[in-house]
């Protein structure tokens, strides 16, 4: 018998509802759905949780397949987090380029560097979308980082792909108007989180 009908079982046996069970293993009604669906397997805390509400062993609640399959399971979820979390630590780093001076303003038949604050030879709604483009980045990069402590896949996601999209932004940005330091530190956090979602694939 497999994990998702064991657990239909178990809980059919103490006539209980899955919001009952939720509420019972501290998880949400959606979780015990997937878990007794099929479409998932609780992870070793909640494992151990169940065991114990039904008084009955991990060994009598998985079978050896199962265990290698949550495994796995669990492995790919955390190495999706790390890549999540790395992914938003690099968008908040992107903070550097409203301080450091990595934008080109042309003086005195010299070209010097400067912040993005600093920069007077550009339009002063060219410099606004500068800002709002790296603001936005940080922004997203600073959800990210708080989603990740909570367990919410979905989240990670949309926050890794918004990441993702701002940084080919940017780099576009900064290399059409001609401010390639800033381009080029957009692009290298881009590769980086290119390289760490499809090695997580």
């Not at 939720?22 to 609780?42: M, N, Q």
């Not at 009598?60 to 495994?71: D, G, K, R």
């Amino acid at each position: 018998m497999e994990f998702n009908e064991k657990l239909q079982m178990l809980r059919a046996d103490k006539n209980m509802t899955q919001e009952e069970l939720a509420k019972e293993l501290y998880v949400s009604r959606t979780a015990v759905s997937k878990w007794e669906s099929g479409r998932g397997y609780p992870n070793i805390e909640s494992l151990k949780s169940i065991a114990k509400f039904f008084n009955i062993t991990i060994d009598e609640l998985i079978c050896s397949e199962e265990v290698i399959a949550l495994a796995e399971h669990n492995i790919s979820n955390s190495n999706k987090n790390h890549t999540a979390l790395v992914c938003g630590i690099l968008d908040c780093l992107n903070a550097l380029l409203l301080f450091l001076p990595l934008f080109g303003e042309s003086h005195t038949g010299k070209v010097l560097s400067v912040s993005v604050f600093g920069l007077t030879g550009v339009s002063t709604w060219l410099k606004t979308v500068f800002i709002i483009v790296i603001a936005l980045s940080v922004l997203n990069g600073f959800f990210a980082v708080i989603i990740n402590n909570f367990d919410k896949p979905l989240w990670n996601r949309h926050r890794l792909i918004t990441g993702l999209a701002l940084s080919m932004a940017g780099t576009v940005l900064f290399m059409l108007t001609r401010q390639p330091y800033a381009g080029v530190f957009f692009l290298c956090f881009l590769i980086i989180k290119g390289i760490l979602v499809l090695k997580n694939k």
